[in-house]
């Protein structure tokens, strides 16, 4: 691993202390906090952070090469999205790729014979706390979905090289998406390689 990623001097010399936190809103899915931490110069500033339990997300690609994605509503942006499927934990300790395999089947119908994990997606870091943890989905099979009561969406197929197109041409926001199908594309791609 490159120095660069696995320097404790430097954490250390960077990290901030907390010295106290108080729970601003609780929330089913959020809780909002204000907290009081002493920064490497001594100093003192205020941090507002958003704590959550966690998420999975997902990238189920078919033996032809196609993502399966839905297609959801998105409140706070008041738009439909593409997105790759995915979900919150159910509690924070629940097992990942347990959860990831849920979720998939849930909203896709699909059954993974093979997940590969594809690491950890900081939404935004600076004030949320929330981690994705991203998977590679293969050799799916497809049953009926299970959709929760309040969970509308619709499956679309993508080839993947479509896909990462249109993540290239700006027409897919949503981050785990086009973090987890980039990621998802250039394993292809060096696999790719290796075999020639």
């Not at 729970?23 to 500033?45: C, F, S, T």
Request: charged residues 30%; hydrophobic residues 40%; negative net charge.
């Amino acid at each position: 691993m490159s120095e660069i990623y696995d320097n404790a001097a430097a954490d250390a010399a960077l990290r901030e202390e907390p010295l106290r936190s108080e729970l601003i809103y609780d929330g089913k899915i959020v809780h909002l906090y204000r907290d009081d931490v002493r920064l490497p110069n001594g100093e003192e500033a205020l941090r507002e952070v958003i704590r959550h339990v966690g998420a999975v997300c997902v990238v189920p690609l078919t033996d032809a090469g196609e993502v399966v994605c839905v297609c959801q509503y998105r409140y706070p942006h008041a738009k439909v999205l593409l997105e790759i499927p995915a979900g919150k934990l159910d509690f924070k300790e629940e097992d990942r790729p347990s959860a990831a395999l849920r979720e998939l089947r849930e909203e896709t119908g699909a059954v993974a014979g093979k997940l590969t994990p594809l690491g950890h997606l900081y939404t935004t870091p600076a004030f949320v706390q929330e981690v994705i943890d991203m998977y590679l989905a293969e050799e799916l099979t497809f049953g009926e979905r299970d959709l929760d009561e309040d969970e509308f969406l619709d499956v679309v197929r993508i080839p993947l090289d479509q896909l990462v197109d249109d993540i290239l041409a700006g027409l897919v926001p949503d981050a785990k998406t086009q973090a987890a199908v980039l990621k998802v594309w250039a394993m292809k791609k060096k696999e790719e390689g290796d075999r020639c």
